[in-house]
DNA sequence: GTGAAAGCGCTAACAG
DNA sequence: CTGTTAGCGCTTTCAC
């Protein structure tokens, strides 16, 4: 493999030059690029990533955490980022912490080790504290899918609350005359803010009561078994919102075996719009813009790592109504 | 951050000394590594692994290249690998090439620049030229879900031909009396395995016709057009083997808005046993070993990278039968 | 504008 | 057994 030193020896110049035509650093003459350019164009030369990085610049690396990857929404996410990172000429390093806080801790500083140019976080356990760590040891931080109002974090998340709200409006003009929700794991501020939601709308009708909330896991698993527990002690129940989609399909299979007609005698929501090629009934989601929530996180993360001056913030992303047949006839 | 040179003179030795400790390499006095293991505890030293890959050592990096993320076999094949990579130390680099040979190429060329120790593969598009290829450039290779017969490829299979029979004898003897196959792309290895192994089963008997295969291309939306295009030249079909799950959840999607109902009417088993919480019927499946195809994937991969001479040939795997609903009563 | 030279942190001969 | 030293390929002052 061609090196920085071949270069400058085919093109009769130092390694400097070829450095600064390499990095568009400092003033080169047009003629001596020329020939730099044409020298690493015969070698077919690359720049050794590594040899840069040790050098001090960037590593061209970023890191990808999440917390499950076989919950669809993340290979999702997964791909946006990847794609939009390739563009940016990052390459991506995929980690799955597994939900596991110990692990997420020691991947972190493998990731200081490695260098690596910025994170890409999505995690129900990392703490602000330790996110703002992070930063302080120089790796710049997008967490996706989880807020930290109040802390100098910068995060995409979905407008949870609005679209859960949206969410149960539209199961109520459906005509469900009792909901129930399946509600997230406690600490994520998503699954927070969705059962918020569910509560703005809620909260005030004769019904309503705070057991018709019954917590899951956002897995598939954790939403049947929720599910079974919420429709238990809750006769009456129409219409379920659930707080991701994973727990609406578990809700979906427990409703199936127990007999029970969707959309007829009972009409249910998720969370996400995650594009699973679901069999019967298809469900009806709020859409999260997926896509464009790993698209703007790399292109924030990028800034970042440019050290432009971005206000480390929440940003919030509008979800849409996807209407199928799990809650409309 | 510390570096050895801090560790050496800490525990007043040579960094020399620091690094034979660190790599075990060479002899050193128990008392002496005792001092330095203390020093580096002392400043909770970690070697740069950019350092390191740079030195000439390995980059401690392989690379994972998936055709495809959002069929929910490769996320499990992604989180089997890299639960396994971590446990060996390395860090895992998450490539999609989208099925897409040119971005192919190019990744294999970005890999070699960034001088991952390794890569696993899973690709339809790329010819055995372009893995020896790679290989020749210094980068061991695993390939997964593919195999390239005669050639001095390494390569992970299930046993497709055979668990294609077999999925194709228990529909018989679930009763079905005409037995469709939705095969998936001719050019891929595992895709022609299957189809042959229901051409084995199926061939002598005497409803069987070649028109009873109809190609997809591995996922959903073409599993539902093949099936589609299936049901309505061959009448009389009351049994589908789908290629992979993929295609037959999209099989099942458009038996159920045609009012068929499964399994009475239709029996369909698909091939792979990914771990969607799926609905109504439940998919019967080949089940392939997913996590340890990946696990046995970076197994080997660990002793190409070791320098062990491991036999570049197709290892199968088992696969084993999952019957539900969606083909038994 | 361009070159010389000093590292980045680590490994690997080669001497002791 | 342990220390010295020369790189790995690139960036970056600092001179000319």
């Not at 679901?278 to 790399?298: C, R």
Request: net charge neutral; glycine share 8%.
């Amino acid at each position: 493999m061609a090196t920085i030193r071949d270069v400058s020896k085919l093109a009769g110049v130092s390694v400097a030059t070829v450095s600064r035509v390499l990095n568009r650093s400092g003033y080169v003459g047009a003629a001596t690029e020329a020939k730099v350019t044409a020298a690493m164009e015969a070698l077919s030369y690359k720049p050794s990533e590594t040899a840069r990085s040790l050098a001090g610049k960037q590593s061209s690396m970023i890191a990808l955490m999440v917390p499950d990857l076989l919950n669809p929404f993340f290979p999702e996410l997964a791909l946006a980022i990847e794609t939009c990172a390739s563009a940016y000429g990052y390459t991506v390093i995929l980690c799955n912490s597994n939900n596991d806080a110990e692990k997420e801790r020691k991947l972190f500083d493998l990731l200081v080790h490695k260098r690596v140019d910025g994170l890409i976080l999505s995690s129900y356990t990392a703490t602000p504290k330790q996110i703002i760590a992070l930063q302080d040891r120089g790796i710049p931080v997008v967490v996706v899918d989880n807020g930290f109002p109040g802390q100098p974090i910068l995060s995409l998340i979905a407008r949870n609350r609005e679209g859960a709200r949206e969410a149960v409006r539209h199961l109520l003009k459906q005509g469900c005359s009792k909901i129930g929700h399946l509600s997230g794991p406690a600490d994520v501020t998503a699954a927070r803010d969705r059962r918020q939601g569910y509560a703005d709308e809620c909260a005030a009708l004769p019904w309503f009561s705070s057991s018709l909330i019954e917590q899951g896991d956002f897995q598939a698993e954790g939403g049947y078994d929720a599910a079974k527990r919420l429709l238990d002690r809750e006769p009456g129940i129409d219409g379920i919102f659930a707080g991701n989609d994973a727990m609406a399909i578990g809700a979906l299979k427990l409703l199936h075996e127990r007999g029970s007609r969707v959309p007829d005698d009972m009409r249910v929501i998720g969370f996400d719009g995650i594009r699973v090629p679901m069999v019967v009934p298809e469900l009806s989601t709020m859409v999260q813009p997926i896509y464009e929530m790993g698209e703007q996180a790399m292109q924030q993360l990028h800034r970042l790592i440019g050290g432009e001056d971005v206000k480390r913030e929440t940003i919030e992303l509008n979800t849409s109504l996807l209407v199928r047949r799990s809650s409309s006839r």
